[in-house]
């Protein structure tokens, strides 16, 4: 397939250095069976918009901005070099800079912070000490079917992902002790694929 490479952890991926992995609109959409957002939303790292458009569908108002202009966003500009502070902050972040887009949202937010992470960013006394220390996410939803992300190409293919995935919940309304673990149930994913 032109223009598409297999990465190193299996992961399907169009060429693109500054790590482009679109979220299907269905993972959107199941965190916010979960969540709600008070205020504004800000996609930092919009890609083509799909967490946004889902946003948008679910009537926020959302800003979006990504460093590279992909045909969406309103700004295209580093993340990590923006101090505007907004009420919430949600994307799928390049997953070599998740460790800075999670400090750095959380110290520009005044509500909640998600972000569609791997499973195994729990992981780490470097990053436990960096984040989870001083801020433990509220809530850490898995994916009780795997995420697969793929590029526009290839979006029929129905497959499940060889890497496990999680919205992370920050919630700076609250003071959080030790994050609260669920399940994006299996029906629930079903019933967000359908409509997504
Ligand atoms: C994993 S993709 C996700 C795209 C989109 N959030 C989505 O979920 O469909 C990561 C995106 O981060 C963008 N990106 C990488 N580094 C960035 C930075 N420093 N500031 C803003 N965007 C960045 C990439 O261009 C890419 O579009």
Not at 127 to 147: E, G, T, W
Request: aromatic letters at 12%; proline letters at 6%.
């Amino acid at each position: 397939m032109k223009g598409v490479k297999l990465s190193f952890n299996r992961r399907i991926s169009s060429k693109d250095s500054d790590d482009f992995f679109p979220t299907p609109h269905w993972a959107v959409q199941a965190l916010l069976v979960y969540e709600k957002f008070q205020g504004e939303i800000f996609e930092p790292a919009c890609g083509t918009g799909n967490i946004s458009e889902v946003l948008l569908k679910n009537h926020y108002k959302v800003l979006s901005n990504d460093i590279v202009d992909r045909g969406y966003g309103d700004k295209h500009e580093d993340f990590l070099k923006t101090n505007f502070e907004v009420a919430n902050i949600v994307t799928n972040p390049p997953y070599n800079r998740a460790n800075e887009f999670v400090l750095h949202a959380l110290k520009f937010t005044r509500n909640k912070v998600a972000m569609l992470l791997r499973l195994s960013f729990l992981e780490g006394a470097q990053r436990y000490n960096d984040i989870y220390l001083k801020s433990p996410p509220a809530k850490v939803y898995v994916f009780s079917k795997r995420v697969t992300f793929m590029p526009e190409a290839i979006k029929g293919n129905s497959g499940s992902g060889p890497t496990a995935y999680a919205w992370f919940v920050w919630d700076k309304t609250r003071k959080i002790k030790t994050p609260e673990v669920r399940w994006i149930e299996p029906d629930i994913i079903d019933k967000c694929k359908q409509h997504g």
